[in-house]
C-alpha cells in the first residue's frame, strides 16, 4: 500500500516568515515528486515537482527531496496571506498510466 | 500550464438518478486521464485511470458498473455516475497527462462538486 504522510496542521505562520512544510512517503519506487495547494472547493495547483535528491527553487518556494529518508519538503519564503491554502503533497510511480498517491494535505495559514 | 476544462462544476441530482461528468484537454491530447474524488477534509483519492481508447483500471474498492468511464478521444473523457445516491457526494476532480506535455505533469479540471438530494 502506497502511503503519503503529512501533518494536518493547521500551520500557522506570520506575514513574512518562512513556512515549512513536511511530508513522507512509503514507496521506495517513487520516481517524482509534487508539491499542489488547493484552496477550499478548488482542485489543486501545481506548485513545485522534484525528481532528484537536493534542493529545487522556483521563487518563493523551496522543494527538497531525500530519497535515502522518503522526505520531502516544502519551503515558502516570505509567506503571504494569500498562501494560505492546504498543501498536498504527492508522490508519483508507474511507467505509462504515471498515478500519483496524495497526502492528506496541510492546512497552513498565514497571519497578517 | 495545460488547461484541462471540467464540466460541470456544480451539480445536484435526485437519488437514483444518473449524472455524467466531462473532462478535456484543451490544448494538448491526454493519452491517460485520471479520476479523483475527495470527501471534505480528506485527500483525493484516484478512482480509476483511462487511457484512449481502452477500458479504463478501477482502484480496490471502486465499483467500476456504478462509476462508468469513456475515454473515447484523447481530449474528452467522461465520468458517469449511475443511480447516484447520497454517499456518492463528494468533489470529482480529474487530470490528464499526455505527450505534450512531457512525462511527469499532469493537469487538474476544476472539480465537480457532486450533492444527490
Known amino acids: 500500500q502506497k502511503e503519503v504522510e503529512q501533518n494536518s496542521g493547521p500551520l500557522s505562520v506570520p506575514e513574512g516568515a518562512i513556512a515549512s512544510l513536511n511530508c513522507t512517503y512509503s514507496?521506495?519506487?517513487?520516481?517524482?515528486f509534487f508539491w499542489y495547494r488547493q484552496y477550499s472547493g478548488k482542485s489543486p495547483e501545481l506548485i513545485m515537482s522534484i525528481y532528484s535528491n537536493g534542493d529545487k527553487e522556483d521563487g518563493r518556494f523551496t522543494a527538497q527531496l531525500n530519497k535515502a529518508s522518503q522526505y520531502v519538503s516544502l519551503l515558502i519564503r516570505d509567506s503571504q496571506p494569500s498562501d494560505s491554502a492546504t498543501y498536498l503533497c504527492?508522490?508519483?510511480?508507474?511507467?505509462?498510466?504515471?498515478?500519483?498517491?496524495f497526502g492528506k494535505g496541510t492546512k497552513l495559514s498565514v497571519i497578517p | 500550464g495545460a488547461v484541462v476544462s471540467q464540466h460541470p462544476s456544480r451539480v445536484i441530482c435526485k437519488s437514483g438518478t444518473s449524472v455524467k461528468i466531462e473532462c478535456r484537454s484543451l490544448?494538448?491530447?491526454?493519452?491517460?486521464m485520471f479520476w479523483y474524488r475527495q470527501f471534505p477534509k480528506q485527500s483525493l483519492m484516484l478512482m480509476a485511470t483511462s487511457n484512449e481508447g481502452s477500458k479504463a483500471t478501477y482502484e480496490q474498492g471502486v465499483e467500476k458498473d456504478k462509476f462508468l468511464i469513456n475515454h473515447a478521444s484523447l481530449t474528452l473523457s467522461t465520468l458517469t455516475v449511475t443511480s447516484a445516491h447520497p454517499e456518492d457526494s463528494s468533489f470529482y476532480i480529474c487530470s490528464a497527462r499526455g505527450f505534450m506535455l512531457g512525462d511527469t505533469e499532469a493537469f487538474f479540471g476544476q472539480g465537480t462538486r457532486l450533492t444527490v438530494v
Open positions: 514507496d521506495r519506487g517513487s520516481q517524482s
Open positions: 504527492a508522490s508519483g510511480s508507474g511507467a505509462g498510466s504515471y498515478q500519483l498517491t
Open positions: 490544448d494538448f491530447q491526454a493519452t491517460t
